[in-house]
């Protein structure tokens, strides 16, 4: 059989993701020297594709413009192209899709961009479709119209790569607050308050479709009940503990967790399984477990540990980074059956019409194929196992029910298997070393503990470079890349949960050299010999990931490092006066300082002038002023800036939705469609509020080309 007909430089690397684009017709560099000093040399612009080894839509572009040859010959003429594993180099992917958002108010992967030779980017997008559609131009035209812009209008360019790159440099560091801020009890419970109050009553979990676990808030929920008993809190953690587990988002024959759910109702999954999440939970429903007892959260901590330690580890003892979501093109196509497909695998079974009943069968299909679609049917046309009855977790527990998940899973394992992404990063084991060390004590499972054991001796012994320092990642017997501030937090972190406390001080120290942000504290993302980005961000929101930030502020108290624990609370303080949703990990911080040390408290500093970032402009596109009609009606009222919409509250994707924490609510009356300017929402509450309570409205504004982030907006409402 005849090869490749195409190689390029990427052959060369060790990244799966990367790999998967060896033998595309782009004449592909990986990010270095080699490439931005061609840029350089030959004054051409850079397209960077920045992406994932399980990223559905980085497939779906590869296979419609990057395989395509007429398309990669217009790259390679115009452009240096240049792939980066996001995974590898989380620093690029940070950067840069910071410059996406403030160039389009949007973000998402695959992340292109395209930059000047010396890296400052001018234009960005993500998915671009291989020809014209539905008014969105083609590839090819938006490659044409970059050049020539690069090309023949170099003075716009540069005037839009200059403000981008401004801003950037701004929003590297977080923003001071003006006024001193003291961080006390009272503090951190309304910090849990406005995390919190968009916590969905009826589906469980936060927000809206897509549902992400928000892995970082449950931990800070866990770690504040500990010594905060608190019914109300307690119940938002387990709805939604027991809503994942019984819902699609869970794999219900091999145990671990799915990316997102694509619902507000945790039903349908996107299918990528990822470390990092698996991680998390691990760890969360560990802790609920010792907290509450309840076996069930016992049953889902073990079947996640048990598939990783099944499916997800190396001989090394190491763990991989993630399965696709993907089989054959097709999403989700080995996680999913039809009733006959299941009928036939339990045809043995007594029991098996209780199966069908149990996990959802019997209410009919409920997935359709979002991307290909079935020509022959109107709707779904296979499964996602589910818990549909009872709603107390007993399946969980069943023996009979386990015995056929287990026929189930042997005969899935007979189907074609999605990718498995076979990189070893440091920070992602450290998180599951963390679980796994957490679950071992909780669930009382020696064979956790030193699993949990073996990958940090793993780590310790073979991600460090010469001067004892980290590196990020191996997908063989050699490591490579200088590690990043998430690595040496959550490895420090992961080590004290195993009581390897001398080697977390040695870390911790190396972490200071390479990454301290100075006496106004707080630690940068990339270390002090980090030569290749523009700007060097100092990060202290959380992604899925817990910051690294806020990581290291709490290994460090746990040190006895309690000044330099404080330097880096009080150095994020005013950020999380302002978006203290976004920043569990720091808020858990602040709060296991106070519990050792009592109130902390800030400095006041003047805040640099700066650009508003992405979040900040959409807060600012909504007023919002209350007033009651009668003792139990209350009026909202709302005022988009012009130019501006909201989506209307039925609307499939981000939709406007008003939340009335602590309060009983009768009914919530929106206007219809998409909501502009001048409009009211009517709140009519079950009884006259006796007591003051928070509003929380979520919204996504977008003007006539482009969407802001999503955002939660809250206000404080008193009784008549």
């Known amino acids: 059989m005849s090869g490749p007909l195409h190689t390029n430089r990427l052959a060369r690397e060790s990244s799966p993701y990367l790999l998967q684009h060896a033998h595309n017709p782009v004449d592909w560099y990986p990010w270095g020297e080699e490439a931005l000093d061609r840029a350089k040399r030959e004054n051409r612009p850079i397209f960077l594709s920045v992406g994932y080894s399980t990223c559905y839509w980085c497939h779906v572009m590869e296979r419609q413009c990057f395989e395509d040859d007429e398309i990669a010959a217009e790259m390679n003429r115009r452009f240096i192209n240049i792939k980066v594993d996001r995974e590898e180099r989380p620093d690029i992917d940070q950067l840069y899709m910071t410059a996406l958002q403030v160039l389009t108010r949007q973000g998402g992967w695959p992340m292109n961009v395209f930059l000047t030779p010396d890296l400052r980017p001018f234009f960005a997008g993500t998915y671009f479709p291989p020809t014209d559609s539905s008014g969105r131009a083609g590839f090819p035209k938006v490659l044409a119209a970059v050049e020539d812009a690069y090309r023949n209008r170099p003075g716009d360019v540069n005037a839009t790569a200059e403000q981008v790159t401004a801003i950037l440099r701004q929003m590297s560091r977080p923003r001071p607050s003006a006024m001193p801020i003291k961080i006390d009890r009272t503090w951190i419970r309304e910090m849990i308050d406005r995390a919190a109050a968009d916590f969905d009553p009826q589906n469980g979990g936060f927000g809206s479709a897509p549902k992400f676990p928000q892995q970082t808030l449950l931990e800070l929920l866990l770690v504040y009940l500990r010594d905060n008993p608190d019914a109300d809190l307690l119940a938002i953690v387990q709805k939604s503990l027991d809503a994942m587990a019984y819902g699609g988002i869970r794999d219900h024959l091999g145990g671990a967790f ?171 084991n450290a998180l599951m070393i963390r679980g796994l060390a957490h679950a071992g004590a909780a669930l009382k499972e020696e064979r956790y503990l030193r699993a949990a054991r073996t990958a940090a001796e793993f780590l310790l012994s073979n991600h460090r470079d010469s001067g004892g320092g980290l590196l990020r990642v191996s997908t063989g017997p050699a490591a490579r890349h200088r590690a990043f501030l998430d690595d040496y937090a959550f490895l420090i972190q992961a080590l004290l949960s195993l009581s390897m406390r001398d080697e977390a001080s040695h870390l911790a120290q190396t972490m200071h050299q390479r990454f301290s942000a100075g006496p106004e504290g707080g630690f940068f993302y990339t270390d002090d010999r980090a030569t290749d980005l523009i700007v060097r961000q100092m990060i202290g929101s959380d992604s899925p990931l817990p910051s690294g930030n806020g990581v290291a502020a709490i290994a460090l108290l746990e040190l006895g490092q309690s000044q330099q624990s404080h330097q880096t609370i009080s150095a994020f303080a005013g950020q999380m006066e302002s978006v203290g949703e976004g920043m569990s990990a720091l808020v858990q911080a602040a709060l296991l300082y106070i519990n050792v040390h009592g109130e902390l408290q800030t400095a006041a500093a003047a805040p640099p002038d700066r650009s508003p970032s992405p979040a900040e402009l959409a807060a600012d596109v909504l007023k919002v002023e209350v007033s009651w009609q009668t003792p139990a009606l209350l009026r909202v009222n709302c005022r988009v800036t012009e130019g501006y919409h909201l989506n209307a509250h039925d609307a499939a994707s981000a939709p406007t939705q008003l939340r009335a924490a602590a309060a009983e609510v009768e009914s919530i009356q929106y206007p219809p469609g998409e909501l502009r300017g001048d409009f009211e929402i009517m709140v009519s509450l079950k009884s006259p509020a006796t007591d003051g309570f928070d509003l929380a409205i979520s919204y996504q504004a977008c003007d006539a080309s482009a969407c802001l982030p999503i955002v939660t907006r809250r206000f404080a409402v008193t009784p008549v």
Not at 305 to 318: H, I, K, Q, Y
Not at 389 to 415: C, F, Y
């Open 258 to 428: 799915h990316r997102y759910s694509t619902d507000a109702r945790w039903l349908v999954p996107h299918f990528e399984i990822m470390l990092y999440d698996n991680a998390m939970l691990l760890w969360i429903y560990s802790e609920a477990h010792r907290q509450t007892g309840e076996m069930r959260y016992a049953a889902v901590a073990r079947g996640i540990a048990d598939f990783v330690l099944g499916e997800m580890t190396a001989r090394s003892g190491a763990f991989f980074t993630a399965f696709d979501a993907e089989a054959d093109a097709q999403e989700g196509a080995t996680h999913l059956w039809t009733r006959t497909e299941v009928q036939q695998a339990l045809a043995d079974q007594p029991d098996a019409s209780r199966f069908l009943r149990v996990y959802g069968l019997d209410d009919g299909p409920n997935f359709a194929d979002p991307h290909h679609g079935n020509p022959d049917t109107s709707g779904p046309d296979k499964n996602v196992l589910y818990l549909a009855e009872p709603a107390d977790g007993s399946p969980l527990l069943d023996e009979k029910l386990g015995r056929m998940r287990q026929i189930l899973l042997t005969v899935r394992r007979r189907r074609k298997q999605p990718m498995l992404d076979t990189k070893v990063l440091t920070s992602w």
